[in-house]
């Protein structure tokens, strides 16, 4: 086991051999947030006729020449198309089509003026001029039959959906997500709703990490335990028996009941890093249980949600062929007090290149993590971070 790797190192430690678990097709309405994993065409022409952009008239832009309210154009109607329907009669010289928004457009016509500009009657009385193709749709204007739609690896959002069913298209190929598994350890961890014994603190660990999970589309199995290694070390091969991930938290450290030293072994894990050099969630450990990955993390609140995105995320990215956890840049708007003499990650909110900070960064606080949105790295070595330093951020998305 190696103890005491870069962050860089720690990721290439878990991802380096893992591969994505395969794909599986599934209907539109259960791939939101998942991500494709071959490339979609257009199975036909979007919109598949040419159609009105509004409530009006299709007519030729020939026979409004001139046309204003002291000298309207006086023109024919022959038929009345709405969405929907199948336009079979076509507009000659002197005649115009009603028609609703998204209706098909009748051969013959070159242009669509909005009702407001008539009087509604019959024959109907236009009042302005248009260009040939003015308020015109075209078929295809959106895109053309076999051009590609999306392409494989996009991450399916509402627009992407709305893209696809508009297409037709009612199942689409995706990379598989992982099961996981979440166990949470401690003795003095009692369930919310219950009374809370003297020593004893309410568990926030599961809740946290469970909905993270949740808001990325991962399922997810929970169980708890005390520290006990032989019950840790069964609790850890049931989850394992029906997912392909377990995250733990806490017993991870040097303590008397950092019992994962001795269930690992119990559970015939092979223990490949422990302690990454970063704060917090230092002692982090990974390990591997007959190809199944197992991410040890730190049983205090926020440095169990730092490693969970620092290492977790990409972890699971490269069992989904998903794109990683996504970096960028922003300047310090709040100065953060203290030295840090090893690689440190604080919370804080970004906005428009800027980060504010908020009060309270010990491992253990959760309550200020409320409200940010990424993870601001400041580098071994660095003094005291003053207002205006510029930093690397790992945004929380």
Not at 54 to 73: F, I, Q, V
Not at 177 to 188: A, C, F, K, Q, S
Not at 272 to 299: C, D, H, Q
Request: proline share 9%; with cysteine.
């Amino acid at each position: 086991m190696v103890t005491g790797i870069s962050l860089e190192e720690a990721v290439v430690q878990m991802t380096g051999p893992l591969s994505p678990l395969g794909t599986e097709i599934l209907p539109l309405e259960r791939t939101l947030s998942r991500t494709l994993a071959a490339d979609v065409a257009a199975p036909l022409d979007q919109p598949p006729f040419d159609r009105s952009p509004l409530d009006g008239y299709a007519l030729r832009s020939a026979d409004l020449t001139g046309a204003n309210r002291e000298h309207p154009a006086v023109l024919e109607v022959v038929d009345t198309v709405y969405a929907g329907d199948e336009a079979r009669i076509p507009v000659g010289p002197g005649q115009a089509v009603r028609l609703m928004t998204g209706a098909m457009l009748p051969p013959g016509c070159d242009c669509v003026v909005p009702q407001e500009d008539t009087d509604r009657g019959d024959p109907v009385s236009v009042f302005v001029s248009l260009k040939p193709f003015q308020n015109y749709v075209y078929q295809g204007e959106d895109y053309r039959k076999g051009t590609l739609l999306l392409e494989k690896g996009t991450r399916l959002d509402a627009a992407a959906l709305g893209v696809l069913a508009g297409a037709g298209i009612t199942e689409v190929e995706v990379y598989r997500r992982p099961r996981v598994g979440l166990l949470t350890t401690g003795d003095e961890v009692v369930s919310p709703g219950t009374p809370l014994p003297a020593g004893k603190i309410y568990g926030s660990n599961q809740m946290l990490l469970a909905a993270r999970l949740a808001e990325l589309g991962v399922e997810t199995e929970t169980a708890h335990q005390g520290d006990d290694p032989a019950a840790v070390a069964e609790a850890m091969r049931e989850l394992l028996e029906i997912c392909d991930v377990l995250l733990t938290t806490g017993g991870v450290s040097v303590g008397d009941k950092d019992i994962f030293h001795q269930a690992l072994p119990l559970l015939g894990a092979e223990r490949i890093f422990w302690r990454v050099n970063l704060k917090p969630g230092t002692p982090a450990m990974y390990s591997l249980y007959e190809g199944k990955p197992i991410l040890s993390l730190s049983g205090n609140p926020f440095a169990a949600f730092t490693t969970f995105e620092l290492l977790a995320r990409p972890l699971l990215a490269a069992l989904t062929g998903e794109e990683g956890p996504r970096w960028g840049e922003g300047v310090l708007d709040t100065p953060f007090p203290k030295a840090s003499p090893r690689r440190r990650f604080i919370r804080g909110r970004y906005e428009h290149g800027h980060i504010t900070l908020p009060e309270g960064h010990s491992s253990g606080m959760l309550a200020s993590l409320v409200g940010c949105n990424c993870l601001a790295e400041l580098p071994a070595g660095s003094p005291p971070a003053e207002a205006g330093t510029r930093v690397r951020i790992l945004l929380l998305e």
